[in-house]
């Protein structure tokens, strides 16, 4: 099973919005609304922000929005704030081996 | 308050065996998948392989099997990452999950560190 593809490295700056991609195949991303994303700081583990593709977790900021189309889900990053400098994974159900499938990973900078 | 806690970080040499841990509490421990993902130093994550504690079914991510053993045990709500024969090359950061059954991972240990160096 494939890793889902992200964008190694997405930047910007303080206040704008961002938005990172997360793509796979119709056996994933495509074939279920099931896409969860992470964010991942250095050090740390990852924490669960969005699921089923635009559902918020509990005590999760609403400046983090997750929608898809197709194959590609995506996590727009609105007001960007120092905090969010990060690493996020994206994963999607899939009937494999291991149920789910995580995506490679995208660094956030804020300029 | 759904919690999973892993034990501590670990030295070993090449060769040597071992096994790390993962208490659960703070739900139904029998009816969840529970488990472990792998992180290189600088890298992204890996799914190692998955257990249902509720029947011990276990499912392994095709790179780790055979070179693992994941396993739970009810009694005590743990679940368990082994090692016959460790390498270098599995330095690395591992974290345990809950896995939603038709979802993905939803709740994260904090990670254990495993050191192998001779």
């Known amino acids: 099973q494939s890793a889902l593809t992200q964008p190694a490295s997405v930047s910007g700056s303080p206040g704008q919005s961002i938005t990172i991609s997360c793509t796979g195949t119709?056996?994933?991303?495509?074939?279920?609304?099931?896409v969860y994303w992470y964010q991942q700081h250095p050090g740390k583990a990852p924490k669960l922000l969005i699921y089923?593709?635009?559902k918020w977790t509990s005590g999760v900021s609403y400046r983090f929005s997750g929608s898809k189309s197709g194959n590609t889900a995506s996590l727009t990053i609105s007001g960007l704030q120092a905090d969010d400098e990060a690493d996020y994974y994206c994963?999607?159900?899939?009937?494999?081996?291991?149920?789910?499938?995580f995506g490679s990973g995208t660094q956030v900078t804020v300029l | 308050e759904v919690q999973l806690v892993q034990s501590g970080a670990e030295v070993k040499e090449p060769g040597e065996s071992l096994i790390i841990s993962c208490k659960a509490s703070?739900?139904?421990?029998?009816?969840?998948?529970i488990g472990w993902v792998r992180q290189l130093p600088g890298k992204g994550l890996e799914w190692m392989g998955i257990?249902?504690?509720?029947?011990?079914?276990?499912k392994y991510s095709p790179p780790f099997e055979g070179q693992v053993t994941i396993s739970a045990d009810r009694s005590i709500t743990t679940a368990y990452l082994q090692w016959s024969s460790l390498k270098a090359s599995d330095s690395a950061m591992y974290y345990c999950?809950?896995?939603?059954?038709?979802?993905?991972?939803?709740?994260w240990g904090q990670g254990t560190l495993v050191t192998v160096s001779s």
């Open positions: 703070g739900y139904s421990f029998m009816n969840f998948w």
């Open positions: 089923d593709v635009n």
């Open positions: 994963s999607s159900y899939t009937r494999s081996s291991t149920l789910s499938v």
């Open positions: 257990v249902f504690p509720g029947d011990s079914e276990t």
């Open positions: 999950v809950r896995h939603v059954e038709v979802g993905a991972p939803d709740h």
């Open positions: 119709s056996s994933d991303v495509g074939g279920y609304n099931l």
